[in-house]
């Protein structure tokens, strides 16, 4: 069903760039304003020139962070600061990260996969996109002509991973090797023999991909592509323009890692803050647990078993910023009911999901954040606990809801039953990183 080609990177020569771990960055939805600029600093060919460029005071029209990212792209593939492959080739990774007792890893794909209306089935979006950081990367792409950073897809595959249709890759010598700011280390092979390449295009002719990460990016695809067609250009179905540079994980592999994206409110009137607790009484059982902090990690630790074990039972939410410093665990008095206020006409496996009770019922009914505006102004996202918890203790937002992973199993059902999550309700980790390898358009 996918149509997963490989295509000539555009990859950094490290002989005048430098260590490739020194160019790279997380893909630019993962990036707050400290750390965009240590990535301004840490090298002069950073990929966040490209990726995440700053706004400036003076830019307007013509001068902006767009044409700078363009100007400099030219600039750079002009002095062989990047340079294409020859040949195309496909774009094995292993994504190895740290963890409390060890390491963990997963494998993904980078190829060039063949741009679908969602409609057809073979590309299955999970979540509602917004429409700023989409206007944003339209206007990056429309600019540059090339995919900076892979969107993440995944396919069903009921045990293991990308890497079992590279049998024959040398594990101890990948191509190329960076490791990130938080202990990632990406390993990168680049295949391009004919009979692996045949292999896993036939693998993929056969499956459906799922969008893990990168709706944004997908859909401005999409509108730049059908700009192109409505242009006269692509003028043959093989066109650049009709592919998106995608990482490609197995559903089944043991390494994959979805995470919890919390929520931060701010800017609720005081009115509707003072009556909260006994809103949330009537529909919540609360606990509360004992005083946390961004500091006490110990605590920490202490509620997050909680909130995973109540999840276990079912749906449960952590809340911070209410009782002082202490921690409360929200379960529902009765789920049905809960459910039953949800919108009409959403499958059961939407309906089943922790983010869309969140959002159903705490957000939209009792906070009031119940249109994509309110939504801009008074939410902010992260999988970051310890940021929750900064922000709340400054003053920066007013409350932290915490939540439980999504599982995979519950993703898959939601898409395949033609409807999407509400906005960062997964966050897979790690991502792959911006700066490995770029899939120019032209």
């Given at each position: 069903?996918?149509?997963?080609?490989?295509?000539?990177?555009?990859?950094?020569?490290?002989?005048?760039?430098?260590?490739?771990?020194?160019?790279?960055?997380?893909?630019?939805?993962?990036?707050?304003?400290?750390?965009?600029?240590?990535?301004?600093?840490?090298?002069?060919?950073?990929?966040?020139?490209?990726?995440?460029?700053?706004?400036?005071?003076?830019?307007?029209?013509?001068?902006?962070?767009?044409?700078?990212?363009?100007?400099?792209?030219?600039?750079?593939?002009?002095?062989?600061?990047?340079?294409?492959?020859?040949?195309?080739?496909?774009?094995?990774?292993?994504?190895?990260?740290?963890?409390?007792?060890?390491?963990?890893?997963?494998?993904?794909?980078?190829?060039?996969?063949?741009?679908?209306?969602?409609?057809?089935?073979?590309?299955?979006?999970?979540?509602?996109?917004?429409?700023?950081?989409?206007?944003?990367?339209?206007?990056?792409?429309?600019?540059?002509?090339?995919?900076?950073?892979?969107?993440?897809?995944?396919?069903?595959?009921?045990?293991?991973?990308?890497?079992?249709?590279?049998?024959?890759?040398?594990?101890?010598?990948?191509?190329?090797?960076?490791?990130?700011?938080?202990?990632?280390?990406?390993?990168?092979?680049?295949?391009?023999?004919?009979?692996?390449?045949?292999?896993?295009?036939?693998?993929?002719?056969?499956?459906?991909?799922?969008?893990?990460?990168?709706?944004?990016?997908?859909?401005?695809?999409?509108?730049?592509?059908?700009?192109?067609?409505?242009?006269?250009?692509?003028?043959?179905?093989?066109?650049?323009?009709?592919?998106?540079?995608?990482?490609?994980?197995?559903?089944?592999d043991p390494g994959l890692t979805l995470l919890p994206t919390h929520r931060m409110v701010r800017n609720i009137k005081s009115k509707r803050m003072a009556n909260l607790?006994?809103?949330?009484?009537?529909?919540?059982?609360?606990?509360?647990?004992?005083?946390?902090?961004?500091?006490?990690?110990?605590?920490?630790?202490?509620?997050?078993?909680?909130?995973?074990?109540?999840?276990?039972?079912?749906?449960?939410?952590?809340?911070?910023?209410?009782?002082?410093?202490?921690?409360?665990?929200?379960?529902?008095?009765?789920?049905?009911?809960?459910?039953?206020?949800?919108?009409?006409?959403?499958?059961?496996?939407?309906?089943?999901?922790?983010?869309?009770?969140?959002?159903?019922?705490?957000?939209?009914?009792?906070?009031?954040?119940?249109?994509?505006?309110?939504?801009?102004?008074?939410?902010?996202?992260?999988?970051?606990?310890?940021?929750?918890?900064?922000?709340?203790?400054?003053?920066?937002?007013?409350?932290?809801?915490?939540?439980?992973?999504?599982?995979?199993?519950?993703?898959?059902?939601?898409?395949?039953?033609?409807?999407?999550?509400?906005?960062?309700?997964?966050?897979?980790?790690?991502?792959?990183?911006?700066?490995?390898?770029?899939?120019?358009?032209?």
């Amino acid at each position: 069903m996918a149509d997963v080609r490989p295509f000539r990177g555009l990859r950094y020569n490290l002989d005048k760039a430098g260590d490739l771990s020194s160019v790279i960055t997380p893909p630019y939805d993962v990036i707050n304003s400290a750390q965009q600029e240590a990535y301004h600093q840490r090298n002069p060919y950073n990929i966040i020139r490209l990726e995440f460029g700053k706004e400036l005071p003076d830019d307007d029209d013509q001068t902006n962070k767009y044409t700078r990212a363009a100007q400099t792209l030219s600039d750079w593939i002009q002095q062989d600061i990047l340079v294409r492959d020859d040949t195309p080739a496909f774009y094995l990774t292993e994504h190895r990260f740290p963890e409390p007792d060890g390491y963990r890893s997963y494998w993904g794909l980078v190829a060039a996969v063949r741009l679908e209306e969602f409609e057809t089935g073979q590309i299955r979006p999970t979540e509602i996109i917004m429409h700023a950081p989409a206007a944003d990367r339209f206007n990056l792409l429309k600019s540059c002509r090339v995919n900076l950073s892979p969107i993440m897809g995944m396919v069903r595959w009921g045990e293991g991973s990308i890497r079992s249709l590279f049998p024959d890759i040398d594990r101890e010598n990948p191509s190329l090797t960076a490791t990130d700011d938080f202990g990632v280390t990406f390993d990168l092979w680049i295949v391009a023999e004919e009979e692996a390449v045949q292999r896993v295009s036939d693998f993929f002719s056969e499956r459906a991909i799922y969008i893990a990460d990168g709706h944004h990016r997908y859909t401005t695809a999409l509108v730049y592509r059908n700009e192109q067609i409505s242009a006269g250009s692509p003028e043959n179905n093989d066109a650049a323009s009709n592919f998106l540079m995608m990482t490609i994980i197995s559903t089944g592999d043991p390494g994959l890692t979805l995470l919890p994206t919390h929520r931060m409110v701010r800017n609720i009137k005081s009115k509707r803050m003072a009556n909260l607790k006994d809103q949330l009484s009537d529909y919540f059982q609360i606990q509360t647990l004992p005083p946390s902090s961004s500091e006490n990690s110990r605590n920490r630790r202490d509620w997050k078993a909680s909130l995973d074990e109540a999840g276990k039972k079912g749906p449960a939410f952590g809340l911070y910023g209410l009782a002082d410093d202490n921690f409360l665990l929200l379960t529902p008095h009765n789920i049905s009911a809960l459910r039953a206020m949800l919108p009409e006409g959403k499958p059961k496996a939407w309906r089943d999901i922790d983010v869309s009770l969140l959002h159903g019922v705490i957000m939209q009914r009792i906070l009031g954040i119940d249109t994509p505006e309110k939504e801009k102004d008074r939410l902010e996202y992260t999988p970051d606990e310890a940021e929750v918890l900064r922000k709340v203790e400054s003053g920066a937002a007013q409350l932290g809801f915490f939540l439980n992973p999504v599982p995979v199993s519950s993703v898959l059902k939601v898409a395949d039953a033609n409807v999407r999550m509400p906005p960062k309700s997964t966050y897979f980790y790690p991502k792959t990183a911006a700066g490995l390898v770029m899939n120019p358009l032209f």
